[in-house]
């Protein structure tokens, strides 16, 4: 089902947007009231959210005039004001309900799904077609009892028909009602849905669900049974557990976003200490009032959206002081500044309170989203995003490059189907197992074949993900292939010892873009003061030196207590059996030959390293 959410303040959009989102619906936002009302007139929604205090055009003007004109989709007003003459007021343009910031996100959504019953005619949330049941309080759709999985488009698309059982649907009235205005996704981007939504309901055994009508579209095909489809008018409540699991991962993701904002709250909190100071003084212009007001008005909402209610409550009282319309009294005054005063203390207590070692920052992983399903990739960037990690989303490929061209990111969650694009997610991936070897790459799709994963792990990919798979799992698939992050910028050293100087500018050319400082040294006689004063994490010795050969020095290193566990690779250009073995018993631990073949060699390197991490003797973490 499609919303059209009207919201001016980001701070409430992003945490609706989210919220819905996890519930399957679709959402087209307006930022003014003007934009909304005419998104409303053009396209065809089932629910209109309207702020009241909008920029433009106020939401009691625009639910007036869709009325006016004849408008029957339900429509639900949000606002921090609570007073009865307000609700009437909303009622009376129209409205079909009147909820009050900050509202509890549960009773929100149940008025939310009240209202789209009402405008469908529904009188339950749950379907059964045949062996299908559709459950739309949870959000889950079973077959013969099973949980069938679906991307929300498929969702969506199934919502639909069984909503609209008799009712023929083209390709573009489902774009219409299910695609996002600003996406603008071509026709054939229905039939991609609708070919794997037929083929995820036949391999669960309720195939022939939705019929094509050849020149006119599609529809619900009549079941074979009638009696056995129904729209349950006494479903069983929602478990309990799984709703309040379901509810609190929501809450949980929406609170772990706040920081995305912190410069605008400041700068809100900011704007309302300059009013307090101009009060003061007594010199606060009416135009700066009017903004002071509508400054508390949106932090009212936004604090207690994101659970912060005592913040809510003083930004709220702020609000209704300043909108006297007589002068204010010095009681008044006092009492506004000392409010303000209050909500900064209260919004740095939560600052610190909530910093709980997660919040983004350049040192954070960036993760790249190359998919063209922008529903499903802004569900994964905000769990990312709560998990701590930097997000960027490129709808193609074009995109997707020049992205990794400016800044590259530490993992790629890729895509494989582009409808509109002449090459797949597999052309990316080629490229990027030549040119950024050492950034995951996990692939996300729909497809199932055994050939496109035999594909995707010959070019290097190092996950095979469908796009049925929970979010939360996705996002969990690309932490576990992230780079172990930097404990120390000393954890990465390397000692070389080798008389030729051209072989040690290679080494340290080759490995740095690993984040591996090199230590080189030409005389041997100086071993033992440059290996204290640089400590390695990896000792690399030529076995041919002056003074002192590769095998007496790794000798010496394996007598120290401090140095016994310290990797060391030879290498030499002798090839006979007996080399070998005196440097394996000397405690080297690998062992190369001249000439060197630089990818071996830096692979070996890094491979030790990372051994060494492992093992817990060191904090190995290369960057690209």
């Known amino acids: 089902m499609t919303i059209l959410l009207v919201e001016d303040d980001q701070f409430t959009r992003l945490a609706l947007v989210d919220r819905l989102a996890a519930d399957r619906y679709v959402v087209n936002l307006a930022a003014d009231g003007e934009t909304g009302l005419q998104l409303a007139q053009e396209f065809d929604y089932d629910l209109v959210m309207l702020d009241v205090m909008l920029p433009k055009l106020d939401g009691i003007s625009v639910c007036q005039r869709l009325r006016a004109q004849g408008y029957q989709s339900p429509i639900l007003l949000l606002t921090a004001k609570d007073s009865s003459s307000d609700r009437v007021l ?290 994964l960037a905000m769990e990312a995003i709560a998990r701590g990690m930097r997000v960027e989303m490129a709808t193609d490929l074009t995109l997707a490059r020049a992205a990794i061209a400016k800044t590259p990111p530490d993992a790629i969650l890729l895509d494989l189907n582009f409808p509109h694009a002449t090459e797949d997610g597999l052309v990316l991936l080629r490229e990027m197992a030549t040119q950024f070897p050492r950034i995951p790459v996990l692939v996300l799709t729909s497809r199932e074949s055994l050939s496109d994963r035999i594909q995707v792990a010959r070019l290097g990919g190092c996950a095979f993900i469908h796009k049925s798979l929970p979010i939360d799992r996705i996002i969990q698939a690309i932490t576990e292939k992230l780079p172990q992050p930097h404990r120390s910028s000393a954890a990465n050293r390397v000692m070389v010892v080798n008389t030729d100087q051209t072989l040690l500018a290679k080494l340290t050319m080759l490995l740095q873009p690993w984040a591996v400082e090199v230590t080189g040294l030409q005389n041997p006689q100086q071993f033992w003061e440059v290996l204290t004063t640089s400590v390695p994490n990896l000792l690399i010795l030529d076995l041919q030196l002056p003074t002192f050969s590769g095998i007496e020095l790794c000798q010496l290193v394996r007598q120290d207590p401090q140095w016994k566990n310290l990797p060391i690779l030879v290498m030499t250009d002798l090839t006979d059996l007996v080399s070998i073995q005196q440097a394996f018993a000397a405690g080297a631990n690998d062992f190369i030959h001249k000439p060197i073949i630089e990818l071996e060699l830096v692979t070996r390197i890094v491979s030790r390293l990372e051994a060494a991490c492992r093992n817990g003797n060191l904090a190995f973490s290369p960057h690209k």
């Not at 557990?241 to 929406?254: A, C, F, M, V």
């Open 90 to 379: 909303g009622l009376d343009a129209g409205a079909d309900d009147y909820v009050v910031k900050p509202f509890d996100f549960p009773e929100l959504m149940a008025r939310i799904r009240a209202l789209l019953r009402r405008g469908k005619g529904v009188p339950s949330s749950v379907i059964t077609w045949e062996n299908l049941r559709f459950d739309a309080v949870n959000s889950e759709v079973t077959c013969n009892g099973k949980p069938l999985h679906l991307t929300p488009k498929e969702y969506c698309i199934l919502e639909l028909f069984l909503l609209n059982p008799k009712r023929i649907f083209n390709r573009p009235a489902i774009l219409d009602r299910l695609w996002d205005f600003a996406e603008s996704p071509g026709e054939e981007t229905v039939s991609s849905h609708i070919y794997s939504l037929r083929q995820k309901l036949k391999a669960a055994g309720s195939a022939d669900l939705i019929e094509t009508v050849h020149g006119l579209g599609y529809r619900l095909r009549a079941p074979s049974f009638p009696s056995e489809t129904t729209v349950s008018t006494d479903s069983p409540p929602p478990s309990k557990q799984s709703g309040n699991s379901h509810q609190q991962r929501s809450l949980d993701k929406i609170a772990k976003t706040w920081y995305k904002f912190k410069p605008k709250l400041l700068a809100q909190v900011g704007e309302l200490e300059k009013a307090a100071s101009s009060l003061l003084a007594g010199n606060l212009a009416p135009d700066q009032r009017r903004q002071a007001e509508q400054t508390a008005h949106k932090l009212a909402g936004s604090l207690g959206l994101f659970g912060w209610l005592e913040g809510s409550q003083m930004a709220r009282e702020i609000e209704v002081l300043l909108q006297q319309q007589v002068l204010l009294t010095a009681k008044q005054v006092k009492s506004i500044v000392e409010r303000i005063g209050s909500l900064k203390q209260e919004f740095e207590r939560l600052t610190v309170a909530n910093k709980s070692g997660c919040e983004p920052g350049n040192h954070s992983p960036l993760i790249l989203i190359v998919d063209d399903d922008l529903v499903l990739a802004e569900q």
